[in-house]
């Protein structure tokens, strides 16, 4: 993950860190938060290995592929 917010902040994206929804992990870990679309973002970090990646549309999380597609 520190890979992939380093690739996002020197191509100045607008991203947080926050912990991992509860709903989709019981891991104490953290995630990126995207504000800008993925497939914006996703030339930026394709080759940096990711575990998985959801969409929130305002009341479910979605799991996408890399593209930001399901």
């Given at each position: 993950?520190l890979k992939?917010?380093?690739?996002?902040?020197?191509?100045?994206f607008n991203?947080?860190?926050?912990?991992?929804?509860?709903?989709?992990?019981?891991?104490?870990?953290?995630?990126?938060?995207?504000?800008?679309?993925i497939e914006?973002?996703?030339?930026?970090?394709?080759?940096?290995?990711?575990?998985?990646?959801?969409?929130?549309?305002?009341?479910?999380?979605?799991?996408?592929?890399?593209?930001?597609?399901?």
């Open positions: 993950m992939a917010e380093n690739a996002l902040k020197k191509h100045s991203f947080e860190l926050v912990p991992i929804p509860r709903n989709l992990s019981s891991d104490c870990g953290s995630c990126i938060k995207l504000k800008d679309h914006d973002v996703n030339p930026y970090i394709e080759d940096i290995e990711l575990d998985r990646c959801f969409v929130f549309d305002g009341k479910e999380y979605k799991e996408v592929n890399r593209m930001g597609m399901w």
